[in-house]
């Protein structure tokens, strides 16, 4: 079946500092994938879409500048917490979808962010 | 857009018995896709089952069936034979051909002895 990993899975950052999360597919390519934000208790939010060598589509209320998506290549995807704040602190999951088509969406397992 | 209200905010179900999880939606596409996830303790997401608007059959796996009511616009989830490792949160979701996932806000499953 189709794997997504993401690296680190915990991280703890001081305020004012950045911090990078990887999300890679693993036996497929994915040309879209999906960065979420999940509070404890409460259901996914959808922060942006990134398709390979292409600007990432932000949801609204999301700042861009905040937090840097790149997808440079078919099984990579980064999300960068940039200058982080305490508020900042949350669960953030990516998902892949496969590049045939299909219309499902892979999860990765999520990386708990702390910032102190 | 896109909307998905899941009105159940914690079931309980007792081992080897059924429990139906209900959820509503709403959309503007003609294609689009319904999906049940559930995510236990470990926050990983798990697809349960997945059901395209086009098709009228409803979709089973396992244990796992959903009664499908497009004009009502219903897509309730039916967990039979219920076991301890179906203790989770269960989201429904919905995407059209932009392929974003709406999700809704949980139904908390706890499945008891």
């Known amino acids: 079946g189709a794997v997504v990993s993401q690296h680190p899975s915990r991280v703890i950052c001081k305020s004012g500092t950045s911090v990078k999360i990887e999300c890679r597919s693993l036996d497929f390519q994915a040309t879209t994938m999906f960065w979420y934000r999940q509070f404890p208790k409460q259901s996914l939010m959808l922060m942006a879409t990134?398709?390979?060598?292409?600007?990432?589509?932000?949801e609204q209320g999301v700042e861009k500048d905040k937090f840097l998506i790149n997808h440079a290549s078919l099984t990579l995807s980064t999300l960068t917490v940039t200058s982080a704040h305490p508020e900042d602190s949350s669960f953030y999951i990516c998902?892949?979808?496969?590049?045939?088509?299909?219309?499902?969406?892979?999860f990765g397992p999520g990386t708990r962010l702390t910032v102190t | 857009a896109q909307t998905v209200t899941q009105s159940q905010p914690e079931m309980s179900v007792q081992e080897a018995e059924t429990v139906t999880l209900s959820c509503t939606y709403d959309t503007s596409e003609s294609n689009y896709y319904l999906f049940w996830y559930k995510q236990p303790p470990s926050r990983q997401m798990i697809l349960v089952i997945r059901?395209?608007?086009?098709?009228?059959q409803n979709a089973t796996e396992n244990r796992f069936s959903v009664n499908f009511q497009k004009a009502a616009k219903s897509f309730s989830l039916k967990i039979s034979d219920s076991q301890l490792g179906d203790t989770a949160m269960y989201f429904c979701?919905?995407?059209?051909?932009?392929?974003?996932?709406?999700f809704g806000t949980g139904t908390r499953l706890q499945v008891t002895l």
């Open positions: 990134s398709n390979e060598g292409s600007k990432a589509t932000y």
């Open positions: 979701a919905s995407t059209g051909t932009a392929s974003k996932l709406t």
């Open positions: 998902s892949a979808r496969d590049g045939q088509g299909g219309s499902e969406q892979y």
């Open positions: 059901q395209e608007a086009y098709k009228q």
